[in-house]
């Protein structure tokens, strides 16, 4: 961002002082220094920029005051951030932007010559510029296209990265699932030996009262015991990895198992079956136990052969696999499971009832569905709900701070980037009316004049998006371990960039060639 709004500020101080140059060298002529001039621009540059800096704090203030109150997608509360005022950045872009601008305001009378000077004032305002001066014009060009495709090659991976971890990243179907967790009894201590029973009945008792209301709510299909797959009791059972034995030999895998959910449980979170059955109440009575890998697991196990019947050994677990769903995530989106499987082994019971709601339209339910809750059992001690949705945003938590406010930034540079190249490239078209002028003199048809002035535009933007690539390939790899289902080197953000900058670029050329080949040729020699 910095480099790109540098780039961008001296791009308009020398477009700005270009139009000017037939004044520095009457200036020049009539016995003005270079210090001079110089310090003329300098102080104009200096008023520009303080009054610049003045709103430029002011309106950061406002937006840090305002930010508290903004709620991004999946609740994250910026309430919480630190934004008081960093006096080090503002320093920093301080001393970034004075040197800009004194560079800037340099570099335009580093060029006079005598030479030039006489040039200069032979030729008059509307001469076509010089070869030098254009070769310098398409270097700024292409370094400011350049700066804008690092930038927003950065901001659109992560843009990628949010819309992957809320769209299909998670294997399951986030948009028709809720996650229910209660306390259902109000004492957290432990019974005696002889009241276990009475403990057992009773909480099993207030968690089908539960159960039931929850089926009656409009749009629920399921509602099944267990925990979601991605959350942090999850991630802890995946901590060590586990020595698998088939067959094949034995491999430590880790994968992630499933004990304390009901044999429906893939079924309510929507997850499909690719091979053999889902599980079956009768599977928890058998031995060995009855299994369902995912198709990841199956391919890594069996190395791409049938599953279906083997048997599967490990430390706690001995079973057969009846059945092969698709994969999903287990554990955490930025560090998921090598895959999971599901045994017909249910356990889940005590003082905590946790379930897995399948309805039609789950955000909307989410309040019903703790009212019902506090409704079957009015002295519950809490209930927790949570949409797929929620469970992938609280996972994505870190990223996803930070992908929103690098999509900000990103839009920034967008306006900044395209806005800037639009700008130099009907400029760069526009300075060059004397040339179109002669060239209309001398027999050019108008769609030639807009061909020729649609390849001097493009032709350094495809270069500064070219060279822009391989550096932004490179920050990319400095937080790949940021980005979730998307490579850095990934075609879809680098496409839509490239496609963005040469698109300004065009749509600018094409607008200055338009007006410019209405034009009389006698009034394009004419112009000042």
């Given at each position: 961002m910095l480099i790109g709004g540098c780039l961008t500020l001296a791009t308009l101080i020398l477009v700005h002082y270009e139009r000017r140059v037939a004044e520095l060298a009457t200036k020049t002529a009539l016995g003005a220094t270079r210090p001079q001039l110089l310090a003329e621009l300098s102080k104009e540059l200096a008023v520009v920029a303080i009054a610049g800096t003045a709103v430029a704090v002011f309106v950061a203030q406002l937006a840090l005051r305002a930010m508290p109150a903004l709620s991004l997608p999946g609740g994250l509360d910026l309430g919480r951030l630190d934004l008081s005022p960093d006096w080090r950045v503002l320093s920093v872009a301080l001393a970034a932007t004075f040197v800009t601008c004194a560079?800037?305001?340099?570099?335009?009378?580093?060029?006079?010559?005598?030479?030039?000077?006489?040039?200069?004032?032979?030729?008059?305002?509307?001469?076509?510029?010089?070869?030098?001066?254009?070769?310098?014009?398409?270097?700024?060009?292409?370094?400011?296209?350049?700066?804008?495709?690092?930038?927003?090659?950065?901001?659109?991976?992560?843009?990628?990265?949010?819309?992957?971890?809320?769209?299909?990243?998670?294997?399951?179907?986030?948009?028709?699932?809720?996650?229910?967790?209660?306390?259902?009894?109000?004492?957290?201590?432990?019974?005696?030996?002889?009241?276990?029973?009475?403990?057992?009945?009773?909480?099993?008792?207030?968690?089908?009262?539960?159960?039931?209301?929850?089926?009656?709510?409009?749009?629920?299909?399921?509602?099944?015991?267990?925990?979601?797959?991605?959350?942090?009791?999850?991630?802890?059972?995946?901590?060590?990895?586990?020595?698998?034995?088939?067959?094949?030999?034995?491999?430590?895998?880790?994968?992630?198992?499933?004990?304390?959910?009901?044999?429906?449980?893939?079924?309510?979170?929507?997850?499909?079956?690719?091979?053999?059955?889902?599980?079956?109440?009768?599977?928890?009575?058998?031995?060995?136990?009855?299994?369902?890998?995912?198709?990841?697991?199956?391919?890594?196990?069996?190395?791409?052969?049938?599953?279906?019947?083997?048997?599967?050994?490990?430390?706690?677990?001995?079973?057969?696999?009846?059945?092969?769903?698709?994969?999903?995530?287990?554990?955490?989106?930025?560090?998921?499971?090598?895959?999971?499987?599901?045994?017909?082994?249910?356990r889940n019971t005590g003082y905590l009832g946790q379930w897995v709601i399948r309805a039609d339209n789950a955000l909307a339910l989410a309040g019903a569905v703790e009212q019902a809750v506090r409704t079957a059992v009015p002295d519950v001690a809490s209930v927790q709900v949570q949409t797929g949705r929620d469970v992938v945003a609280q996972d994505l938590g870190q990223q996803r701070v930070g992908a929103w406010f690098f999509s900000g930034f990103g839009l920034v540079a967008l306006i900044l980037g395209v806005g800037s190249v639009f700008g130099l490239v009907a400029y760069l078209a526009e300075s060059r009316q004397r040339e179109f002028g002669v060239r209309l003199a001398l027999g050019a048809t108008a769609s030639r004049l807009m061909t020729h002035g649609l390849g001097a535009a493009l032709v350094p933007v495809a270069v500064g998006v070219v060279i822009g690539l391989g550096p932004s390939a490179l920050v990319a790899q400095l937080f790949t371990s940021a980005l979730v289902g998307v490579g850095a080197l990934d075609p879809w953000a680098y496409s839509a960039i490239a496609a963005a900058m040469l698109g300004g670029a065009a749509l600018a050329a094409l607008m200055a060639a338009w007006r410019l080949r209405r034009i009389a040729p006698i009034d394009a020699l004419r112009s000042h």
């Open positions: 560079l800037a305001a340099w570099l335009p009378l580093a060029r006079f010559t005598r030479g030039t000077l006489a040039r200069t004032l032979l030729a008059g305002p509307a001469a076509t510029a010089s070869p030098a001066t254009q070769r310098l014009r398409q270097l700024l060009l292409a370094a400011q296209v350049c700066a804008a495709v690092i930038v927003l090659a950065s901001a659109a991976l992560f843009v990628r990265t949010v819309l992957y971890g809320f769209s299909g990243a998670a294997g399951f179907d986030v948009d028709h699932t809720l996650f229910v967790r209660s306390a259902v009894t109000t004492g957290f201590a432990l019974p005696s030996v002889s009241d276990i029973p009475t403990f057992v009945a009773t909480a099993d008792g207030r968690k089908q009262r539960i159960r039931d209301a929850l089926l009656q709510l409009p749009g629920v299909q399921q509602v099944v015991d267990g925990l979601p797959p991605i959350g942090p009791e999850s991630v802890r059972g995946l901590q060590h990895p586990t020595v698998v034995t088939t067959e094949r030999g034995q491999q430590a895998v880790r994968a992630g198992w499933v004990w304390d959910a009901d044999v429906d449980w893939l079924s309510a979170l929507g997850v499909r079956m690719l091979a053999g059955r889902d599980l079956r109440a009768d599977d928890a009575r058998v031995s060995p136990q009855r299994v369902v890998v995912t198709a990841s697991l199956a391919n890594r196990l069996w190395h791409g052969g049938n599953p279906l019947g083997e048997k599967i050994t490990t430390p706690a677990l001995k079973g057969i696999v009846v059945g092969v769903s698709s994969d999903f995530v287990y554990g955490s989106l930025l560090e998921p499971a090598m895959g999971t499987v599901v045994t017909a082994y249910h």
